[in-house]
């Protein structure tokens, strides 16, 4: 097996020594880090995905595959800061006011960064005001909402509402999840999309970005 299709594996599996290491090699025998990214860790994560919605990996499996692939994207990091690797997109991820869970962000921050996206986390607990100062100074593609309790979901409405009267809202997608989070209430407070779990989340900001679309004509990731 080439070095790409083995940090494939490793970050499958889980292995973050491994990841990190292979990671290393693919750089010292000149491997493009977009390649890297391309053929490794972004597919290993959609497997990670696969495998989890398919009821195949668990919470458990789908958090070690994702340290291992956060081994191999602290290494790529200094590339994007460079320049030399174009990150896919910007989202800003927080838990809404009055609501201190961080494992599911957590998760979700990534799985969208070894997706390729540059991260923002803003934290738990965080104020409508806080997400339009991020807005503005951060300029995102996208805003992930998080709550894990009823009482604070009207905490996202929030959000969207502080977003539109700052101006801000027309110039980024707003999407929502977390345990008590459904769709029709995505659809009620005006948000851009819902997203059930992690792995879902993935592929709900590639297809409000319109990145699938890029892909289908040719101008790859």
Do not use: W
Request: aromatic share 4%; glycine share 10%; hydrophobic share 45%.
């Amino acid at each position: 097996m080439s070095t790409l299709s083995d940090l494939f594996e490793a970050i499958v599996v889980g292995d973050r020594t491994r990841a990190a290491a292979l990671t290393h090699q693919a750089l010292d025998e000149c491997t493009d880090p977009a390649t890297v990214m391309n053929q490794s860790l972004i597919p290993a994560m959609e497997e990670v995905g696969r495998l989890f919605l398919a009821d195949k990996y668990f919470l458990p499996e789908m958090m070690i595959s994702a340290d291992a692939m956060n081994a191999a994207l602290t290494i790529l990091k200094p590339f994007v800061t460079a320049g030399t690797l174009k990150a896919q997109g910007k989202v800003v991820l927080g838990t809404v006011r009055g609501d201190l869970h961080n494992l599911g962000k957590n998760i979700v921050r990534m799985m969208l960064g070894g997706a390729g996206f540059e991260v923002v986390d803003a934290g738990i607990d965080v104020p409508a005001a806080r997400f339009v100062e991020l807005a503005r100074a951060e300029k995102p593609d996208v805003i992930g909402l998080s709550a894990l309790l009823t009482t604070t979901m009207p905490a996202m409405r929030d959000v969207i509402v502080a977003l539109r009267e700052a101006g801000l809202r027309d110039q980024v997608k707003v999407i929502i999840g977390g345990g008590p989070v459904t769709q029709e209430y995505a659809d009620d407070i005006g948000a851009d999309g819902y997203a059930r779990d992690a792995p879902e989340a993935v592929p709900l900001v590639r297809r409000l970005l319109g990145l699938d679309d890029k892909l289908q004509k040719g101008s790859g990731l």
